[in-house]
């Protein structure tokens, strides 16, 4: 267990519609990673955060979006979902802010019908 | 363009025996390169994070090496086991301009057979 929780494990959903996939980090680490893991592309980096603030974009669309909160939980919200967002989605936390040792959660997989 | 190359076929090894997998880069200077373990269906594992002035470390079974000439970092699991089955991915830091980013490799995946 990396100490990092993410819910939901699995969501289903149709084309079109919103998410909002939760992440919670390890205690005391401020750094927040999101990747999207698909079979033919592996793990891309979507956005990291540090206490609060956006600090990397990766390869995220328009239509995804994050924040971490003050309790540095972070939300990453994909909306107008098509079929190619369906993949792994997980979070990660460190204790640093230069991309080391990260801890990664279980993973929500998300499946757009 | 800036790319990170693992083995894309699988290596399958007899316990016992040593595993080396294999990590190349082009188009960065990495002060320092991660290996992480992944399962199927569960997030990345970390391993080992070697820096660019160490050639080599190691932890219990695990060994990587780090050859900046090269662009190639080696990973090595000595007398494997079967438990040792998963996929293997390469991370390295791209800090190119302000946007400083992990990027990872595809991933290799090892079958320890018994």
């Known amino acids: 267990d990396s100490g990092v929780t993410q819910t939901p494990k699995h969501l289903i959903t149709a084309t079109g519609q919103r998410v909002t996939l939760r992440c919670s980090p390890r205690?005391?680490?401020?750094?927040v990673y999101w990747y999207q893991q698909s079979l033919d592309q592996g793990l891309q980096f979507l956005i990291h955060?540090?206490?609060?603030?956006?600090?990397a974009k990766g390869n995220i669309l328009e239509r995804f979006s994050a924040q971490q909160f003050p309790d540095l939980h972070s939300e990453l919200n994909l909306s107008s979902l098509e079929l190619g967002d369906s993949a792994l989605y997980f979070c990660?936390?460190?204790?640093?802010?230069?991309?080391?040792?990260?801890?990664f959660g279980p993973g929500t997989r998300l499946t757009v019908l | 363009s800036q790319k990170i190359e693992q083995n894309s076929e699988a290596l399958n090894i007899q316990e016992g025996k040593t595993a080396t997998l294999t990590c190349n880069y082009t188009?960065?200077?990495?002060?320092?390169l991660q290996w992480y373990r992944q399962d199927p269906g569960r997030g990345p594992v970390f391993l080992l994070l070697i820096r660019e002035n160490e050639k080599e470390k190691r932890k219990e079974r695990l060994k990587v090496t780090f050859d900046t000439t090269l662009k190639q970092s080696l990973f090595h699991i000595t007398a494997s086991q079967p438990a040792d089955s998963a996929t293997y991915l390469c991370?390295?830091?791209?800090?190119?301009?302000?946007?400083?980013?992990?990027?990872w490799g595809l991933g290799t995946s090892l079958a320890v057979n018994p």
């Open positions: 990660a936390s460190s204790g640093t802010r230069n991309y080391n040792e990260q801890f």
């Open positions: 188009n960065y200077s990495p002060a320092y």
């Open positions: 955060y540090y206490n609060g603030e956006e600090r």
């Open positions: 205690s005391g680490d401020l750094s």
């Open positions: 991370a390295l830091v791209d800090d190119a301009g302000n946007n400083r980013k992990l990027i």
